[in-house]
């Protein structure tokens, strides 16, 4: 895949950044979830786990196909139509939309059932 980009390491590292840094950050989400949910059988393991995987998912999609690099090369190296490049930015848009939609779903709910079940009562 490296070798497909004009350029350098460095340009393909400064372009993925961000998605590289995500997805380090989830990575450990993943296994905290999955360390929680073997212990202590808490509910909000699951949908760390799943919320985690749907954006690991995601950005290993948006890296695969090249995202930032897609309108040129359909349009530039595959010689293909304004309105079918348009279209699959679209298409591509929207799946990144549900993905990140769908983990974010998956978040709120794991930190309600967090919150559910490590209320206490306190004393004031």
């Known amino acids: 895949m490296l070798n497909q980009i004009p350029g350098d390491l460095f340009s393909y590292l400064i372009t993925y ?3 590289l ?5 989830y ?7 999955i360390l929680i949910f073997k212990r202590n059988s808490y509910n909000y393991g699951i949908t ?3 919320s985690s995987i749907l954006i690991l998912t995601s950005n290993l999609i948006y890296m695969s196909v090249q995202y930032p690099y897609m309108a040129y090369r359909l349009e530039v190296e595959l010689g293909l139509p304004w309105s079918i490049v348009i279209l699959t930015i679209i298409t591509w848009n929207l799946v990144f939309l549900i993905l990140n939609s769908l983990s974010a779903i998956f978040l709120v709910v794991s ?14």
């Open 17 to 19: 950044s961000s998605n």
């Open 21 to 25: 840094l995500t997805m380090t950050f």
């Open 27 to 33: 990575i450990f989400i993943l296994v905290f979830a």
């Open 48 to 50: 760390l786990i799943i």
């Open 111 to 124: 930190i309600y059932l967090i919150y559910k079940t490590h209320r206490k009562d306190r004393a004031n």
